[in-house]
């Protein structure tokens, strides 16, 4: 019999469990909505906007910049055009990058106009040659996006009071410095930290969530810029001077997107603020003032996009996808270089675990696509069985801090009739957490969420044993509404609903989609299932049960 044991994958942390299980249901149809509709959108945006590597502002006088080549980069990762992403990076490095390997930000008429470099620019773009060095199977793509974010963190951030923070550019260097929040991104930050052991990237991301935490305090929409003093003061702006009266419009709404992909619950918890502070009207205004108040009577595909994300983040999923199809509505009624792109990149980041980030959108577990492709960035589950084990994957939970410690000492599944006290599932010397000898026994994750704290608890058993069924035998026959309850060791109850059942091949375990982070208290209820392969000693299949708080 073996365990669970943590392998790394695309800045993810991701746990593959193997249990000596015989028997059960046979596999769900995979479905591939989620990620159909990112390829759909990124090979459009591709298609319309890209001439031989230059990504063309086509309603912006033609001409090019970094910020829109990087939106390339990261769309051919997402679409898997491995050769439209070299031709969007070789056009870069040819027109725009400078010799310290910034780039440079504006292109026009065959020669680069405005030399300084914009830091999201830059960030994303080396996020996208990490994440396609991974996905194409390409070392020098992965070593230049190393280089090129070293270069970044040398040049374009900078050690405050309250963090490290990132610099719009290397302009900004005098403080109090100029910032904008929407730059921050805590999902390119972990690709990067974990691609280069840089423990920068890890600073920078908690400077940011800092800054963004404080910036709401003072104000509740995120504004397009402000500034960041050296003491740790920080306060809303105009504009990168400083000048003119702060508003929530075209950079500023990328901020609740960039959080709400993150895998930290923290900056998700950021991205949900911003929802009470939007206007809750189905027509939506393209640019707020601070006080949320419409400045204009245009819409535009990144505002749905921002407020879809809050509402994520604030856990309302019913908004959040009604303002994705306002989002794609728009895009579609009225095209634009920036609109297309943010419907392409928003598509991505909240509804797919492509870019390597933890989708709060990604499609529930009881119609979440049944296998991830790991080879196009997201988090990939492996794992290795021996005897009559049989392995499945699944990612580390990550959560907020506890708000008990009490630990789970009882499951009950009326339903189907389950009574069973609970063991501690733990890591062995050997780095795989040690499955229970008992084929009676229900585990759970310690190293995982506590169930009833927020995040996916994790609970795994036996379907069968050799002399018969076994205690997750009848876990197929669980129906949404059915429920679970969890006592724990200080008397109090965990109880969750069953929402969903997804069987899903082991091989191509949907990772991200099942064990990602959610902002409420959520339970994943794991056993074998599927087809026996008896040249393997396996089945084929994992059956898993997700479950919502009562």
Known sequence: MTGIRTVLSAGAAAVAVALTLTACAGPAEPDTEGHDRTVETASAFLSTYVDDGRVVRTDQGGDTVSEGQAYGLLLALAAGDEEQFDRIWSWTTENLQRDDLLLAWRWEDGAVVD?????????????????????????????????????????????????????????????PHAYNPSYASPAAYAVLSEASDDPRWEELAEGSRAVTSALLDANPLPTNWATVAADGTVAIAGAADGQGEPG??????????????????????????????????????????????????????IAYAARAASSAGDGDRDAAEADLQRMSDTSASTPTYYGDAWNAL????????????????????????????????????????????????????????????????????????VESDLIGLDRGADGWIEAPTDFDAV??????????????????????????????????????????????????????????????????????????????????????????????????DNLVVTAVAA
């Open 115 to 175: 030399e300084q470099p914009a830091s999201d620019a830059d960030l994303d773009a080396a996020r996208a040659l990490v994440l396609a060095g991974d996905a194409f199977g390409r070392d020098d793509l992965r070593t230049e996006g190393i280089a090129l974010g070293e270069a970044l963190l040398d040049d374009m951030t900078a050690e405050t009071a309250v963090g490290r923070i990132l610099l719009p550019g290397p302009w900004a260097t005098s403080s």
């Open 248 to 301: 929530y419009g075209y950079d500023a709404t990328r901020t609740p997107i960039r959080f709400a992909e993150s895998c930290e619950p923290a900056d998700r918890a950021l991205a949900g603020r911003i929802a009470a502070a939007l206007p809750a009207d189905d027509t939506l205004a393209a640019e707020l003032d601070s006080g949320a108040g419409a400045v204009t009577s245009d819409q535009h595909a």
């Open 346 to 417: 928003a598509t991505a980041m909240l509804t797919d675990d492509v870019l390597a980030g933890c989708p709060p959108l990604e499609q529930s577990a009881s119609a979440a696509p049944a296998g991830a492709d790991s080879g196009t960035g997201g988090a990939s589950a492996t794992g290795a069985a021996s005897g009559t084990g049989a392995a499945s994957g699944f990612q580390d939970p990550v959560a907020a801090a506890p708000a008990s410690t009490a630990t789970p000492v009882h499951l009950s599944i009326p339903a189907i009739g």
């Open 443 to 540: 585990g759970w994750y310690e190293g995982g969420v506590l169930p009833g704290e927020v995040g996916p608890a994790v609970i795994a058993a036996h379907v069968d044993s050799p002399t018969g069924p076994d205690v997750f035998f009848d876990l197929p026959k669980l129906t949404a509404g059915d429920t679970v309850s969890v006592r724990r060791s200080d008397g109090t109850t965990a109880d969750f609903v069953v929402t969903g059942l997804q069987t899903v091949e082991k091989d191509t375990f949907p990772t991200a989609s099942i064990y990602a982070p959610v902002p409420t208290p959520e339970l994943r209820i794991v056993t074998c299932a599927g087809a026996w392969d008896p040249e393997t000693g396996h089945y084929v």
